[in-house]
Each structure stands twice: as structure tokens, then as C-alpha cells.
């Protein structure tokens, strides 16, 4: 079945300006993860949906950052006035709801920005 | 706050044995340990699970002792295609914190 899709794939832009970026899970899951990944580190966890309940945005990294999803499928993540310290790659992942224990997170191909 | 730790990177020779070892010494009683794999250009993918002791599907082992303060992720025979970074990822529903993972690096 079809995985965990992003786009575009790759975006630039100039600092100041406002980029959105797509993602679509996987049919059924109800549970939605933002990461970024700066050049050669770790993944930052950014914010978490899951089915109805309000989401986690503890990792945001600034008010100009924002996500929201639609139902169970597809989210947006919003830039406002980018920065080059935005400049990463922005990865989606989702799972089936939590039954308590770690589900699997299956993640797209991310977004790769780079702000000039 | 939890932290967990394991080698920044490793260097292996191909057809060799390989252990990753990741603390995470205030893990909670109902947390589940779970390694991710990540090639370059690519998300992250599902290893391997468990909960204690010793969990082994196709692809590796994970090896958790009885006070689960650590684990050990075993890929047997490791090829120049198992090169990436390994992520240990201790906790339940919502440990959503990666790390900087293990560089592995299989050397022909």
C-alpha cells in the first residue's frame, strides 16, 4: 500500500517569506509526527496528532512555526518569515492510534528547505 | 528528565558481528524499546521492538537486561549496505525524542 508521502520534495525560498509543506499519511492512522533534521543531526521533534485530542506542540521551536491537520488525514506544516537557521529537512511520520506501548512510525522521504 | 545515550559512531568491517548499546537508565515501567535505521536522504525505518530480554527478527537482535537501564541492538554479518545512523527510541505512546543516533559505518 501507499506509504507516507511529502511535498514538494524540495523547497527554496528567500528569508522573510512563509512556506507551507504537505503531508499525507498512511490511510487509517490516526497519529501524526513533525520532525526536523538539521545536516548531519539527530531528529527534533516538533508536533504530534493524535485522532481527536489537541495536539503536542511542546516541540515547536517558535510562534512561527504552526501545524494543523485536517480529520485524520493530511497535515501542514507552516513556516512564517523563514529564517536560514529553518534551513532543514522537515519530516512527516505516522502510526495507528497508541494502544499504550510504541507503535511503529512509518516516515515519508521529508521536505528538504533551504532558506537563502 | 530522561536522557538517553549511545556512541555518536562505529566503524565495522563487513561479515562482522556488530553491538550498539543505548543507556537509558530512567526508562518507565511500561516503556517500550524500539531502533529505528536512517539512510542518507531517506526517514527513518522500524528495526526492531521490545520489552525485555531478548526479541530477534530478520534483520537484528535486541537484547535488553532484567533492570532495562540499557539495550542492544545486534546485527549479525553486517554488509556495506547496513551503513546508516541507528536510533534508540526508549518509551511509550509519546517519546518522541530520536537523539543523535549511532553513526555505523561498514568498512569493505
Known amino acids: 500500500g501507499a506509504g507516507v508521502s511529502q511535498s514538494p520534495s524540495n523547497k527554496v525560498t528567500e528569508k522573510g517569506k512563509d512556506v507551507e509543506l504537505r503531508c499525507d499519511p498512511i490511510?487509517?492512522?490516526?497519529?501524526l509526527y513533525w520532525y526536523r533534521q538539521r545536516l548531519g543531526q539527530g531528529l527534533e521533534f516538533l508536533i504530534y496528532f493524535q485522532g481527536n485530542s489537541a495536539p503536542d506542540k511542546s516541540g515547536l521551536p517558535s510562534d512561527r512555526f504552526s501545524a494543523e491537520r485536517t480529520g485524520e488525514s493530511v497535515s501542514t506544516l507552516t513556516i512564517q518569515r523563514t529564517q536560514q537557521e529553518d534551513s532543514a529537512v522537515y519530516l512527516c511520520a505516522s502510526s495507528l492510534i497508541s494502544a499504550g506501548y510504541q507503535e511503529t512510525q512509518y516516515f515519508g522521504p521529508g521536505t528538504r528547505l533551504l532558506v537563502l | 528528565l530522561a536522557k538517553t545515550t549511545q556512541p555518536i559512531s562505529m566503524d565495522s568491517y563487513e561479515g562482522q558481528e556488530v553491538n550498539i548499546t543505548c543507556s537509558h537508565n530512567n526508562i518507565a515501567t511500561n516503556d517500550y524499546i524500539t531502533w529505528y535505521q536512517q539512510f542518507p536522504s531517506q526517514g527513518p525505518r522500524f528495526i526492531i521492538q521490545?520489552?525485555?530480554t531478548k526479541v530477534t527478527n530478520e534483520v537484528a537482535s535486541l537484547f535488553i537486561p532484567a533492570d532495562r537501564k540499557s539495550s542492544t541492538l545486534s546485527l549479525p554479518r553486517v554488509s556495506l549496505s547496513d551503513t546508516a545512523v541507528y536510533y534508540c527510541?526508549?518509551?511509550?505512546?509519546?517519546?518522541?525524542?530520536f537523539g543523535t543516533g549511532t553513526r555505523l559505518t561498514v568498512i569493505p
Open positions: 527510541l526508549p518509551g511509550g505512546a509519546n517519546n518522541l525524542f
Open positions: 490511510s487509517g492512522h490516526t497519529a
Open positions: 521490545g520489552y525485555k
